[in-house]
Every structure is written in structure tokens, then in C-alpha cells.
Antibody, heavy 125, light 112 residues
Framework: QVQLQESGPGLVEPSGTLSLTCAVFGGSVSSHNWWSWVRQSPGKGLEWLGEIHPSGNINLHPSLKSRLTFSLDKSRNEFSLRLKSVIAADTAVYYC??????????????????WGQGTMVSVSS | QSALTQPASVSGSPGQSITISCTAASSVGESYTLVSWYQQHTGKAPKLIIYEGTKRPSGLSDRFSGSTSANTASLTISGLQAEDEADYFCCSFVTRSAFNVAFGGGTRLTVL
């Protein structure tokens, strides 16, 4: 059974860089799935940030694309997120998730079947 | 315009059935027929309860069911229990957009 575990600092100063890692247990990050990051600001809904595939393909949310970097380390069986120039609005619980996508003729299903427990990141001086 | 629109809240009494709607914008295309649904209790990570529009993960109660019709996906919970009180989110691939994935704004279910 695949399990995910986020790690990273809980506090980042404004204009700094937020770096998080998601370790994959009980499975391989090299499997043919997308790996996503989702965040949730306090009292708000879920916001998809982007996804990375072991093939090297990456899709990022357009509003964050200029500040976001995703990477995947097959040797360490983990994937990571870097968000630069953070502001208070980036304060949120950040989740990593396994993302299963299946497409048939342009119609696609999107299923986040495994989630990490989430890590709270506050942007503050 | 949001890609997926949900009501902010619904409520029901124990034993009753409730339905949460998820209305898809045109940018979602036909992928709305394959939405996934997530249950989130306060302070916890989301949990998958419906995928590909109507399917339940192994071991999940059959009190949860999904359906789709005319650009709207729906989640029905029958035989409401106190433990069902949570936030529920729909999610879909977005066919015609700069981003691939959208979540609905979430619906808070209150069990009276």
C-alpha cells in the first residue's frame, strides 16, 4: 500500500523560497502515474498546484507557473516542490498526492487515490 | 467562472439522504462525467470516495454513490450518519483550459 509523507519547514519568510519534499513508501515514484501537489489555505478549498510525471513531463497551475518548480528524484523515491518569492497568501496546508489519469478520446478521469497527511506552511517574518 | 461549482452547504438528519451537486463549466468538456469526489474531515487529508463518476474504492460504504447528467455530477449519501459530517469536494480534468485539474469549492455537510 502506497503511502506519502510530506516534509519541509513550517515557516518561511516573505520573499523567501518554500521547499517541500514528498517521500513515497510502499511503491515507486517511477511508476506510470502523475504526482501532484495540492494546497489548502486556512478555511478554504483545495487548489491544485501542478503535477510531475516520471517521464519528465510537468504541468503547473498558470497563476503560479512563474514561481513554481517541480522535480522528481527516482533514486530517493521522492518528488519535490519549490515556490519562490512567497507571500502571505501562500500560507496553507500543502498536500502531495498520487494522481491517476486515464484518457479515452479526449475525455479524462482524474483520481487522487493516495494523499499525504499534509504539512502546514506559514509565510511570516 | 469557476470550472466546477458546488453549493456551499447542505444538511440532513440521521437516516436521510442528501445530494451534493457539482456543475461543470464548458471548459471541463465531457470529462465532468468522470469526476472524482473527496471527503475531508476537519484537520484531516482528503479521502477519495468516488472516482470515474460512479465508482467506489474498495471497502467504501455503498451509502456513497455518484452520478452524472447534463453537465452536472452528483454525490448522494444515503442513510446519513453523524460521521458523514465533513467537507466534500468534486474534482475533474479540465479539457479546454491552461490548467489540467480543477476542484470544486467544496460543500460542508452538516448532520442535524
Amino acid at each position: 500500500q502506497v503511502q506519502l509523507q510530506e516534509s519541509g519547514p513550517g515557516l518561511v519568510e516573505p520573499s523567501g523560497t518554500l521547499s517541500l519534499t514528498c517521500a513515497v513508501f510502499g511503491g515507486s515514484v517511477s511508476s506510470h502515474n502523475w504526482w501532484s501537489w495540492v494546497r489548502q489555505s486556512p478555511g478554504k478549498g483545495l487548489e491544485w498546484l501542478g503535477e510531475i510525471h516520471p517521464s519528465g513531463n510537468i504541468n503547473l497551475h498558470p497563476s503560479l507557473k512563474s514561481r513554481l518548480t517541480f522535480s522528481l528524484d527516482k533514486s530517493r523515491n521522492e518528488f519535490s516542490l519549490r515556490l519562490k518569492s512567497v507571500i502571505a497568501a501562500d500560507t496553507a496546508v500543502y498536500y502531495c498526492a498520487r494522481d491517476i489519469r486515464s484518457c479515452n478520446g479526449g475525455v479524462c478521469s482524474e483520481t487522487f487515490d493516495v494523499w499525504g497527511q499534509g504539512t502546514m506552511v506559514s509565510v511570516s517574518s | 467562472q469557476s470550472a466546477l461549482t458546488q453549493p456551499a452547504s447542505v444538511s440532513g438528519s440521521p437516516g436521510q439522504s442528501i445530494t451534493i451537486s457539482c456543475t461543470a463549466a464548458s471548459s471541463v468538456g465531457e470529462s465532468y462525467t468522470l469526476v472524482s469526489w473527496y471527503q475531508q474531515h476537519t484537520g484531516k487529508a482528503p479521502k477519495l470516495i468516488i472516482y470515474e463518476g460512479t465508482k467506489r474504492p474498495s471497502g467504501l460504504s455503498d451509502r456513497f454513490s455518484g452520478s452524472t447528467s447534463a453537465n452536472t455530477a452528483s454525490l448522494t449519501i444515503s442513510g446519513l450518519q453523524a460521521e458523514d459530517e465533513a467537507d466534500y469536494f468534486c474534482c475533474s480534468f479540465v479539457t479546454r483550459s491552461a490548467f489540467n485539474v480543477a476542484f470544486g469549492g467544496g460543500t460542508r455537510l452538516t448532520v442535524l
